[in-house]
């Protein structure tokens, strides 16, 4: 059962992992007069994900005395006790407070959507400014080749930083599109059981930036099936209206390969099987449509129109506020000549909305690949994850 009782997608492999069952990793701390474990390589993790670095031997406890939910058991070599709890089938480490209740959130767009400028930026404000804000921890978990990827564009991007934006790779080794993982952490007040701690997963892998026709189809699909709501990042330049603006400002029209339309039609099929829905079911999973590098419209408005607003810093989803922002950007892609998505919108999904956000905050210089010298002002980025959450219930919702 997926999504159901007992099993939560792994975070990284997106298998399903039964969470009274994980398989744990020594710290390499002895019991007492013991030889310490030494750091090897570990097979699962080469042949799943590629990764070959040394880590403390991984084990599963003996099934036979297991009680309950296995927070803590003893590693067969050195006896120390150790709490790593690892997914079975790719031996990551689980986020401390993962549970099969515990939602997941993704993030897909193709190439030249914006995302992993998006994710570089991303990382950022949900482990300083928006845990702030909600008075929550978000930690990375684990350590991923693409974690540390994405820190180095960022400081690429800052002040002080190259000014270069990251460069189109063509293909990454499996290793760096290892997901990186969030876990965002809330103390909920539950009814008459006091307070507790809920704990969310955000998994983002970033591919290569392949376009539809070269997608890793069933490792796309895999993904989409194990999350419970995803963030759809669509760059506005392959709207009708905007390619040719687009190409004037030296966008390479590589990065428009796939027109929106084609890219919410396949996510759209893939999300279909993956639920195996009838053609007459919508999809029930929440779905956020992203507008990205929304700044490059920011000229064509005026200083008070929806999109360029700053959404309030209350700890707090402001519904009302994202409604008309969703009814406004909906205008929009109508304008810019989307009105075949949103009609695909209505038919395929129960619940969607529509955001804008910008990474950078003031155009590059598309063709060479430079930012703009005032540095990096991102807006919006974090909302989409936010109506997920709110959604959830996870966060409350200001009508
Ligand atoms: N105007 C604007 N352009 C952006 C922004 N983010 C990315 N871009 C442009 O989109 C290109 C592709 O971005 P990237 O994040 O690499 O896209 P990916 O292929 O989806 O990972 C960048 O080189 C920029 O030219 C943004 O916030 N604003
Ligand atoms: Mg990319
Ligand atoms: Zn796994
Ligand atoms: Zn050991």
């Not at 999973?285 to 920011?298: G, N, Q, S, T, W």
């Not at 519904?319 to 075949?340: C, F």
């Amino acid at each position: 059962m997926l999504n159901g009782k007992r099993l939560a997608p792994c975070p990284y492999c997106y298998e399903g992992v039964d969470t009274a069952m994980p398989a744990f990793r020594c710290t390499g701390r002895p019991a007492p007069g013991r030889n310490p474990c030494e750091k090897q390589q570990d097979d699962v993790r080469v042949k799943v994900l590629d990764d070959a670095t040394p880590v403390f031997p991984a084990f599963r406890p003996d099934r036979g005395r297991r009680i309950g939910p296995e927070v803590e058991a003893e590693c067969p070599h050195c006896f120390g006790r150790t709490g790593i709890r690892l997914c079975p089938n790719c031996h990551s480490i689980l986020p401390a407070n993962f549970t099969a209740s515990s939602p997941m959130f993704g993030l897909v767009g193709v190439r030249g959507s914006g995302k992993t400028v998006l994710l570089s930026v991303l990382s950022k404000e949900l482990t300083s400014s928006v845990a702030r804000r909600f008075g929550a921890s978000i930690d990375t978990v684990g350590s991923s080749a693409l974690l540390a990827r994405l820190d180095g564009y960022r400081k690429d991007l800052a002040p002080g930083g190259s000014g270069i934006l990251p460069p189109q790779t063509a293909a990454f080794r499996k290793a760096e599109t290892v997901p990186a993982v969030f876990e965002w952490q809330m103390t909920k007040q539950r009814w008459g059981l006091g307070a507790g701690t809920a704990s969310t997963i955000l998994s983002f892998y970033d591919t290569s930036g392949e376009d539809l026709s070269t997608l890793d189809k069933a490792r796309e699909q895999h993904y989409l099936a194990a999350t419970d709501g995803l963030i759809l990042l669509l760059d506005p330049f392959g709207l009708p209206a905007n390619r040719d603006s687009a190409l004037a400002r030296g966008v390479d029209p590589k990065n428009l390969t796939d027109t929106p339309m084609q890219v919410l039609t396949a996510v759209t099929g893939m999300l279909r099987e993956a639920d195996r829905l009838g053609p007459s079911k919508k999809i029930k999973r929440p779905l956020a449509i992203v507008l990205a590098k929304i700044d490059a419209f920011f000229s064509e408005v005026g200083p008070d129109d929806p999109i360029r607003k700053q959404p309030a810093g209350r700890p707090v989803f402001d519904e009302q506020e994202s409604l008309d922002l969703h009814h406004h950007v909906e205008a929009l892609v109508d304008r810019w000549g989307g009105d075949d998505l949103l009609r695909h919108l209505q038919h395929n999904y129960k619940n969607y909305r529509f955001f804008v956000a910008s990474a950078l905050g003031a155009e590059p210089q598309y063709a060479s690949g430079r930012v703009d010298s005032k540095g990096l002002r991102p807006h919006r980025v974090a909302e989409p994850l936010l109506w997920l959450m709110a959604d959830r219930g996870f966060l409350s919702k200001e009508k």
